[in-house]
Structures are given as structure tokens and as C-alpha cells.
Antibody, heavy 122, light 110 residues
Framework: EVQLVESGGGLVQPGGSLRLSCAASGFTFISFSMNWVRQAPGKGLEWLSY????????YYADSVKGRFTISRDNAKNSVYLQMSSLRAEDTAVYYCARVRGSDLYHSYMDFWGKGTTVTVSS | QSVLTQPPSMSAAPGQKVTISCSGSSSNIGNNYVSWYQQLPGTAPKLLIYENNKRPSGIPDRFSGSKSGTSATLGITGLQTGDEADFYC???????????FGTGTKVTVL
């Protein structure tokens, strides 16, 4: 059974940092690209970042570029999101999702974790 | 602010049909493939449709997807109370080099 479990969320002060983790199981992790997506309270979905299987290609949403860094450790079946210079507007539930599709133009997310909550507040 | 526009809400009686639109541009829907996601209250999103009109295993054929030009559509027939959820379209945007989601549509079963 495919499972994605996010962790690392919590309360952080504005300007602070946090590292989210997503542990994958039930599939061959090294064969799949991964996304991070977030959802602010009462708002819609916002894609944040994408990383290819080996980490050679990475993309970010403009809203987090320069502040967030995606990475992965295929030996640990995990993908990470290092977040810095956090702002109140980064408060959200953060999901990791497995990416399918032959290329970016066909890409979609077929499995999602349950999410981890990040609250940025003083 | 999303580049894909959906109606904020739609409603219909049980057994009826709803059609949710997703409007974009040539840099996203017009040249790339669309997926649709259902988010039941308090849960993570779930894939409903991929590559414009394909259903993953386990998704009933009451759900269908189509695309024409720079717009996509999700259809739900035989509406059930369990279908009450938020629905999002999504696709890659070649100009932004980013995946983009629609603004989301809340479906209510009357």
C-alpha cells in the first residue's frame, strides 16, 4: 500500500525556519518525482515545489523561491522541504504528493499524504 | 492568485448532474494535460481524473473529464451526498514552469 507520511510541522515565529519531511513506503521511491503542495486555512491548493527522481531538476513556485528548498534522500525514501524566512502567510497544511506522468506536461499527483500543519506566529 | 478559474460553488439534488469548468490559457490547459482532485472535508486531496479524461482505478465512471482548447470540464453524474467536496483542476504551466491549481469549486448536494 502506498503511504506518504509528513512530519516536522509546528509553531514557528516569523523569520524562523522549519524542515518538513515526507516518508514514503509501499512503492519504489527512487522511480518517482515528488511535489510539495500547501493549503492555507480556508483557502485552495497551492503547488510549492517539484523534484525529479534523482534530484537533478527542481522547480519552485514564485511565492517560495529563495526561501524554501526541496531535497530528497532516496536511501531513506524521503523528501524534504526546508523552509526559512517564514511569514504569517506561510501558515498552512503542507502535503507531499507522488508525481506521475511521462513528463511535466502530463504530470499529475496520484497519492497524497495526510499533511502536516505549519503555523507561523509570534 | 490562480491562473486557472473555476466557479466558486455549484449545487444540485441527489441523482442530478454537475459540470465544473476550469478556464486557463495556452500556456497551461491549452497545451498540457489536466488533472482533477476531490477534497472531502478535513481530508487530503484525492486524484479523480488524469491526462484530461482518464480515471484511476477505483474511481467510478460517474466522474468524467474533458478538455477543449483552453478549458477543461469535470462532470459528475448521479450525484450522491458523499460527493460533497471541494474540487480542483490542475496542470503544468509552461510559461511559469510551475504546476497550477484552479481556484476550487465547492459542490453541495441539496
Amino acid at each position: 500500500e502506498v503511504q506518504l507520511v509528513e512530519s516536522g510541522g509546528g509553531l514557528v515565529q516569523p523569520g524562523g525556519s522549519l524542515r518538513l519531511s515526507c516518508a514514503a513506503s509501499g512503492f519504489t521511491f527512487i522511480s518517482f518525482s515528488m511535489n510539495w503542495v500547501r493549503q492555507a486555512p480556508g483557502k485552495g491548493l497551492e503547488w510549492l515545489s517539484y523534484i525529479t527522481t534523482g534530484g537533478s531538476k527542481i522547480y519552485y513556485a514564485d511565492s517560495v523561491k529563495g526561501r524554501f528548498t526541496i531535497s530528497r534522500d532516496n536511501a531513506k525514501n524521503s523528501v524534504y522541504l526546508q523552509m526559512s524566512s517564514l511569514r504569517a502567510e506561510d501558515t498552512a497544511v503542507y502535503y507531499c504528493a507522488r508525481v506521475r506522468g511521462s513528463d511535466l506536461y502530463h504530470s499529475y499527483m496520484d497519492f497524497w499524504g495526510k499533511g502536516t500543519t505549519v503555523t507561523v506566529s509570534s | 492568485q490562480s491562473v486557472l478559474t473555476q466557479p466558486p460553488s455549484m449545487s444540485a439534488a441527489p441523482g442530478q448532474k454537475v459540470t465544473i469548468s476550469c478556464s486557463g490559457s495556452s500556456s497551461n490547459i491549452g497545451n498540457n494535460y489536466v488533472s482533477w482532485y476531490q477534497q472531502l472535508p478535513g481530508t487530503a486531496p484525492k486524484l479523480l481524473i488524469y491526462e484530461n479524461n482518464k480515471r484511476p482505478s477505483g474511481i467510478p465512471d460517474r466522474f468524467s473529464g474533458s478538455k477543449s482548447g483552453t478549458s477543461a470540464t469535470l462532470g459528475i453524474t448521479g450525484l450522491q451526498t458523499g460527493d460533497e467536496a471541494d474540487f480542483y483542476c490542475g496542470t503544468w504551466d509552461s510559461s511559469l514552469s510551475a504546476f497550477v491549481f484552479g481556484t476550487g469549486t465547492k459542490v453541495t448536494v441539496l
